[in-house]
């Protein structure tokens, strides 16, 4: 991806664009619904705030289009109940908790599409 974030490097790509296919299999896994781009673009921009990230807005509609791609193509084991998912969060709710196995897949998985773009 060129022309990225200017302020992220490549982990904290990673990791934002993990939350953001994090929160669309959460969402999917409570709705059956996926989260819209409104609801991404809101998302990133918490993340954002929480870890001091910046990022241009064409940046940002590439890593929301990234998660829109992602999260429906991942066949990785994902909670489905309440308690579990809450468990994929850390306690600010603003950062994942990485020993997570469903986390660490799904980061993988982010780490992977990045590389190959």
């Known amino acids: 991806m060129s022309n990225m974030p200017h302020n992220l490097d490549d ?4 990791e ?3 939350y953001l296919v994090v929160s669309q299999l959460v ?3 409570l709705t059956d619904k996926w ?7 809101e998302s990133l921009r918490i993340w954002l705030r929480a870890n001091n990230g ?18 429906p193509r991942l066949s990785i084991p994902f909670p489905s109940d309440e ?4 468990r994929l969060y850390g306690v600010d709710r603003w950062q994942l ?3 997570s196995p469903a986390v660490q ?7 992977e599409y990045l590389s190959h773009r």
């Open 11 to 14: 982990e904290a790509r990673a």
């Open 16 to 18: 934002l664009l993990c």
């Open 27 to 29: 969402a999917r896994a």
């Open 35 to 41: 989260l819209t781009t409104e609801n991404l673009v």
């Open 54 to 71: 910046s990022a241009e807005w064409q940046d940002r509609l590439i890593l929301v289009h990234a998660a829109n791609c992602l999260a």
């Open 83 to 86: 308690p579990s998912l809450a």
């Open 97 to 99: 908790d990485y020993r």
């Open 105 to 111: 897949s799904a980061y993988r998985a982010c780490v």
